[in-house]
């Protein structure tokens, strides 16, 4: 009889916490809390299309950006799951001005920190376009026992202990790393668990994809301008340009570029002197990915993961993807000598 061998996330969690000599299931226990989290969230935008839950919230997010219903949703969910899971002290998440600080007795005891992108891309859902929620862990800085405090969340990304993202698409997958790899999970429906359907990816070094708002493309620095139009020269080894894809959800088109290789870039522009997407919950925790899978992530000049921030919503530019295409940007980003 065939067997069908199945791992869920929750069996993969604990057998990746024997790795750990000195683990006591405290990240173990976060990581569980986030599956839960990501499967009540799933549920929500399957049936969106459905109940009274697509669309504006009517209110606007501390960013004056037009805040969809799912987004709070999404965002309340993951802070009621942080908050049960007792290992996590404090989160900050794209909806809140400021770090939400658990106060109760057991969460201040919390070993963690987490910072969250509850659901990223949310402007897309209205028209069924994928979506993801984007997950950051640290160490707290602060003693436990203590409330935790706003410099536990400005940690540079090299610091995270986990990071990972739940993307909404034809399927729903989980992707995580602690720092031994990352791994995906593709949620079965007809369990309500996520399986292990990804072992140990590794992001190719090249890739043929490239990923741009091409919108913009008159407000670029003359780098990614020029990058882009070798992107759309014949390439030597496959005998025609790369591919532009690009749907305008971040964790989808990270995740596409991841497997099959590829580079994603939101570089600054005039409408965005220093880039759109977040340093804290967006960039670190998908860097973090990239580069626990072989790839690299830059903000043009610097490694992602040194940078440390200095506020919660602080933008930065950022390419990532396969090693061989964000090392070739980043060679069209500095100012070569003869233009000095
Ligand atoms: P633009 C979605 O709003 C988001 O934050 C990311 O998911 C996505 O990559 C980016 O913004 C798209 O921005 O300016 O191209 O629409």
């Given at each position: 009889?065939?067997?069908?061998?199945?791992?869920?996330?929750?069996?993969?969690?604990?057998?990746?916490?024997?790795?750990?000599?000195?683990?006591?299931?405290?990240?173990?226990?976060?990581?569980?809390?986030?599956?839960?989290?990501?499967?009540?969230?799933?549920?929500?935008?399957?049936?969106?299309?459905?109940?009274?839950?697509i669309?504006?919230s009517?209110?606007?997010?501390?960013?004056?950006?037009?805040?969809?219903?799912?987004?709070?949703?999404?965002?309340?969910?993951?802070?009621?799951?942080?908050?049960?899971?007792?290992?996590?002290?404090?989160?900050?998440?794209?909806?809140?001005?400021?770090?939400?600080?658990?106060?109760?007795?057991?969460?201040?005891?919390?070993k963690?920190?987490?910072?969250?992108?509850p659901?990223?891309?949310?402007?897309n859902?209205?028209?069924?376009v994928?979506?993801?929620?984007?997950?950051?862990?640290?160490?707290?800085?602060?003693?436990?026992?203590?409330?935790?405090?706003?410099?536990d969340?400005?940690?540079?990304?090299?610091?995270?202990?986990a990071?990972?993202?739940?993307?909404?698409?034809?399927?729903?997958?989980?992707?995580?790393?602690?720092?031994?790899?990352?791994?995906?999970?593709?949620?079965?429906?007809?369990?309500?668990?996520?399986?292990?359907?990804?072992?140990?990816?590794k992001?190719?070094?090249?890739?043929h994809?490239?990923?741009?708002?091409?919108?913009n493309?008159?407000?670029?620095?003359?780098?990614?301008?020029?990058?882009?139009?070798?992107?759309?020269?014949i390439?030597?080894?496959?005998?025609?340009?790369?591919?532009?894809?690009?749907?305008?959800?971040?964790?989808?088109?990270?995740?596409?570029?991841?497997?099959?290789?590829?580079i994603?870039?939101?570089?600054?522009?005039?409408?965005?002197?220093?880039?759109?997407?977040?340093?804290?919950?967006e960039?670190?925790?998908?860097?973090?990915?990239?580069?626990?899978?072989?790839?690299?992530?830059?903000?043009?000049?610097?490694?992602?993961?040194?940078?440390?921030?200095?506020?919660?919503?602080?933008?930065?530019?950022?390419?990532?993807?396969?090693?061989?295409?964000?090392?070739?940007?980043?060679?069209?980003?500095?100012?070569?000598?003869?233009?000095?």
């Amino acid at each position: 009889m065939k067997s069908y061998h199945i791992t869920t996330l929750n069996d993969f969690i604990i057998q990746k916490q024997k790795d750990f000599p000195y683990a006591k299931g405290e990240l173990s226990s976060l990581l569980h809390h986030i599956g839960i989290a990501a499967k009540m969230v799933n549920k929500k935008i399957n049936k969106a299309g459905l109940i009274d839950i697509i669309g504006r919230s009517g209110d606007i997010n501390i960013h004056g950006e037009d805040q969809q219903k799912l987004d709070v949703f999404a965002d309340e969910v993951f802070i009621s799951a942080l908050l049960s899971s007792g290992e996590c002290c404090g989160v900050a998440t794209e909806e809140n001005e400021n770090e939400i600080v658990f106060s109760d007795s057991f969460a201040t005891e919390g070993k963690y920190i987490v910072c969250m992108d509850p659901l990223d891309g949310s402007s897309n859902i209205d028209y069924n376009v994928s979506v993801g929620s984007i997950f950051s862990i640290y160490r707290r800085l602060t003693p436990r026992g203590e409330k935790v405090r706003n410099e536990d969340f400005l940690q540079a990304g090299s610091e995270q202990v986990a990071a990972g993202y739940i993307v909404y698409g034809s399927s729903t997958m989980l992707v995580y790393s602690t720092g031994n790899g990352v791994n995906g999970f593709t949620l079965d429906p007809s369990i309500g668990e996520f399986c292990l359907s990804h072992p140990d990816i590794k992001t190719p070094k090249d890739g043929h994809i490239y990923s741009v708002n091409e919108g913009n493309y008159i407000h670029f620095p003359e780098g990614v301008k020029k990058y882009i139009k070798f992107c759309q020269e014949i390439d030597k080894k496959s005998g025609r340009p790369y591919s532009s894809r690009y749907i305008g959800s971040l964790v989808s088109d990270f995740h596409r570029n991841l497997l099959k290789g590829g580079i994603f870039l939101y570089p600054e522009n005039e409408t965005a002197p220093i880039g759109k997407l977040r340093l804290v919950y967006e960039c670190n925790p998908i860097a973090f990915i990239a580069l626990q899978a072989g790839g690299v992530a830059s903000n043009g000049t610097s490694d992602i993961l040194e940078i440390t921030p200095k506020s919660l919503h602080q933008r930065s530019p950022f390419y990532v993807g396969s090693e061989n295409m964000v090392n070739k940007i980043k060679s069209f980003l500095v100012p070569t000598k003869l233009t000095r």
